[in-house]
């Protein structure tokens, strides 16, 4: 969990903790409310342990594998084995702090009444976070602060990710097994975003659009060090995406940063956008990737203002190029890798994901 979304998390289980208090106030007339927010909170650890992939995370994999039918009676009973597992935990606390007067037995058992309460509350704070992730973390507390309501100017750094060859895995397996291959790339996106400090603000077609406010993202070569981490967790996992897909997707990069408008938009529904000459001349550099027979560009003007490049990353320039909608040619560089860095990376993307059943492959990035 990364130190700017921290606070989120802290206030779930606060609020969990809460839960428990209200409980305690409402059920057991105000006896140990110590007790009832310790039940809470230990409840809530659980829970959301589990939903966040920290607590058998391959149990929480194999669920999501399955169909609609079986999934939700799955998910169910696991969120009941982890409030009754948080509960007992609670309890443990409760008995040996003298909260409660009940012997242990009593207070590490989970009542019918405790277990209703107990899934009304999770399944409400499961929603908040579903929430979260569905428009990205950094764009929900934005719409929850209202900070974007008015239009503001500032400088952002952006990674246009996209996926090569998708059209043709579509015209060769159908629109739903290539929106299943995009989904399961995007998905891929996340951890390493999330590890960075980035945020995933949008999908276009097969290109996902991550951000850095600038600061943030120059920060320890941030953008740079993300862009790779992607990387090496698909080659991590490409025994995996070659057995489930028949191939190992492939990406091409584009890296730039500038100042840019960010507004919300929208009135049925509602969108954090950018507008701006950032946001195209990013989009035109990663169309300038094929012509060049590159996967990765960054601009001179966002690699100049690096603090430095992540160990083992070097960069080629490619010179000056026109790109369509610009006057002034744009001076590009591709950002390399040796492979002995690529191989140790690749290592310590498997090790930073144990649940995977992908080993990584010989082949250097």
Same mark, same amino acid.
């Given at each position: 969990?990364?130190?700017?979304?921290?606070?989120?998390?802290?206030?779930?289980?606060?609020?969990?903790?809460?839960?428990?208090?209200?409980?305690?106030?409402?059920?057991?007339?105000?006896?140990?409310?110590? *007790?009832?927010?310790?039940?809470?909170?230990?409840?809530?650890?659980?829970?959301?342990?589990?939903?966040?992939?920290?607590?058998l995370?391959?149990?929480?994999?194999?669920?999501?594998?399955?169909?609609?039918?079986?999934?939700?009676?799955?998910a169910?009973?696991?969120?009941?084995?982890?409030? $009754?597992?948080?509960?007992?935990?609670? %309890?443990?606390?409760?008995?040996?702090f003298?909260?409660?007067?009940?012997?242990?037995?009593?207070?590490?058992?989970?009542?019918?009444? $405790?277990?209703?309460?107990?899934?009304? $509350?999770?399944?409400?704070?499961?929603?908040?976070?579903?929430?979260?992730?569905?428009i990205?973390?950094?764009?929900? +507390?934005?719409?929850?602060?209202?900070r974007?309501?008015?239009? +503001?100017? &500032? &400088?952002?750094?952006?990674?246009?990710?996209?996926?090569?060859?998708s059209?043709?895995?579509?015209?060769?397996?159908g629109?739903?097994?290539?929106?299943?291959?995009l989904?399961?790339?995007?998905a891929?996106?996340?951890?390493? $975003?999330?590890?960075?400090? %980035?945020?995933?603000?949008?999908?276009?077609?097969?290109?996902?659009?991550?951000?850095?406010?600038?600061?943030?993202?120059?920060?320890d070569?941030?953008?740079?060090?993300?862009?790779?981490?992607?990387?090496?967790?698909i080659e991590?996992?490409?025994?995996?995406?070659?057995a489930?897909?028949?191939?190992?997707?492939?990406?091409?990069?584009?890296?730039?940063?500038?100042?840019?408008?960010?507004?919300?938009?929208?009135?049925?529904?509602?969108?954090?956008?950018?507008?701006?000459?950032?946001?195209?001349?990013?989009a035109?550099?990663?169309?300038?990737?094929?012509?060049?027979g590159?996967?990765?560009l960054?601009?001179?003007d966002?690699?100049?203002?690096?603090?430095?490049?992540?160990?083992?990353?070097?960069?080629?320039?490619?010179?000056?190029?026109?790109?369509?909608?610009?006057?002034?040619?744009?001076?590009?560089?591709?950002?390399?890798?040796?492979?002995?860095?690529?191989?140790?990376?690749?290592?310590? *993307?498997?090790?930073?994901?144990?649940?995977?059943?992908?080993?990584?492959?010989?082949? *250097?990035?």
């Open positions: 969990m990364l130190p700017q979304h921290r606070w989120f998390w802290a206030l779930i289980l606060v609020a969990a903790g809460g839960a428990g208090l209200v409980y305690n106030v409402v059920f057991a007339q105000g006896a140990s409310p110590a *007790a009832g927010f310790i039940y809470g909170f230990c409840i809530g650890t659980a829970a959301l342990g589990f939903d966040r992939g920290l607590i995370a391959g149990l929480q994999s194999r669920i999501r594998r399955l169909p609609a039918s079986l999934y939700v009676p799955a169910e009973l696991s969120y009941v084995l982890m409030i $009754v597992a948080g509960n007992a935990l609670g %309890g443990v606390f409760v008995w040996a003298g909260l409660t007067g009940d012997p242990l037995g009593e207070a590490v058992r989970t009542t019918p009444r $405790v277990l209703a309460y107990a899934l009304a $509350v999770s399944a409400f704070l499961v929603f908040v976070i579903r929430m979260r992730d569905l990205g973390g950094e764009v929900f +507390v934005n719409f929850l602060i209202g974007y309501h008015r239009p +503001v100017e &500032e &400088e952002r750094i952006f990674l246009f990710l996209d996926v090569v060859g059209t043709a895995f579509a015209e060769t397996h629109d739903l097994r290539a929106q299943e291959y989904s399961a790339v995007f891929t996106l996340a951890e390493p $975003v999330r590890r960075y400090q %980035g945020s995933t603000d949008d999908y276009i077609g097969d290109m996902a659009m991550i951000t850095w406010p600038m600061e943030r993202g120059l920060k070569a941030r953008c740079v060090s993300c862009l790779f981490a992607v990387r090496d967790r991590a996992e490409a025994d995996a995406w070659t489930r897909f028949g191939t190992v997707p492939r990406l091409r990069a584009a890296l730039h940063g500038g100042s840019v408008v960010t507004a919300e938009v929208g009135v049925d529904r509602h969108k954090i956008a950018y507008f701006g000459d950032a946001v195209n001349v990013t035109r550099i990663e169309a300038l990737c094929r012509p060049l590159v996967d990765i960054i601009s001179e966002l690699l100049g203002r690096l603090p430095r490049l992540p160990d083992g990353v070097t960069t080629r320039a490619l010179g000056a190029h026109t790109l369509r909608g610009r006057d002034q040619p744009l001076e590009v560089a591709t950002l390399e890798r040796n492979s002995d860095t690529a191989a140790a990376m690749i290592e310590e *993307a498997v090790a930073a994901d144990p649940t995977s059943a992908a080993r990584p492959r010989a082949a *250097a990035l």
